[in-house]
């Protein structure tokens, strides 16, 4: 199957920088989603984005698909940006037939 | 409130013994997911539905098995052939393209 790597595995920032989360995939995917999951486990989609760019606030994503890559950048960062990110693809059939990464841990210090 | 909710959110398991985890939705979803998570890891799908009274088997569907008997409710019954139930349980539900996720359960071995 196609394999996805996200990095870094871990992150410490103090309040308010900026980051960049990257998904690499070793194929092409039909789309790619990201998520959050908080420190109580609570999980949150953040974005479908097959392609392009999409933003959300503080929040914006990357996808190239031609290039088989998705970015994440969080701007101007604070505690409750604190969790697990992961990126996620639909390999066909229902939409939550996901393949996850193993996650991106993101600490925001005050 | 709108929403999914999962039950219990700790639950234990005797050797040999069969538990199941509840999961309820009031979002009028028809397709509904259980995806099991491990420490450090990403997660992974387990069994599916996407209307009443069908399912599929997911990537790690051995020793579990699931039910759907109504739209709302799709329990997930760890049963005694899954020899390594201990994780984080997350039960999810799809609306047109996103997917909202409950708290999750956290099953341990006693």
């Known amino acids: 199957g196609i394999q996805v790597e996200q990095s870094p595995p871990d992150l410490i920032l103090q309040e308010g920088a900026n980051s960049t989360l990257r998904c690499n995939f070793s194929?092409?995917?039909?789309?790619l989603q990201w998520f959050h999951q908080n420190p109580w486990g609570q999980l949150i989609n953040l974005f479908y984005?097959?392609?392009g760019t999409k933003q959300n606030g503080r929040l914006s994503a990357t996808t190239v698909a031609t290039e088989r890559y998705s970015l994440l950048y969080i701007s101007s960062s604070q505690t409750t940006d604190s969790g697990v990110y992961f990126c996620?693809?639909?390999?066909?059939?229902?939409?939550?037939?996901?393949?996850f990464g193993k996650g991106t841990k993101l600490s925001v210090k005050p | 409130d709108g929403g999914i909710t999962q039950s219990p959110k700790y639950l234990f398991r005797k050797e040999g013994q069969n538990v199941t985890l509840s999961c309820e939705q009031n979002?009028?979803?028809?397709?509904m997911y259980w995806y099991r998570q491990d420490p450090g890891q990403g997660l992974r799908l387990i069994y599916y539905?996407?209307?009443?009274?069908?399912?599929q088997k997911g990537d790690i569907a051995e020793g579990y098995s699931v039910s759907r008997e109504k739209k709302e409710s799709f329990p997930l019954t760890v049963t005694s052939a899954q020899k390594n139930p201990t994780a984080f349980y997350l039960c999810?539900?799809?609306?047109?393209?996103?997917?909202?996720f409950g708290s999750g359960t956290q099953l341990s071995v006693l």
């Open positions: 194929d092409s995917v039909n789309n």
């Open positions: 984005i097959p392609s």
């Open positions: 996620a693809y639909n390999y066909g059939g229902s939409q939550g037939n996901l393949i």
């Open positions: 999810a539900s799809q609306g047109s393209i996103k997917l909202f």
């Open positions: 979002l009028n979803h028809d397709a």
């Open positions: 539905s996407q209307i009443v009274n069908d399912f």
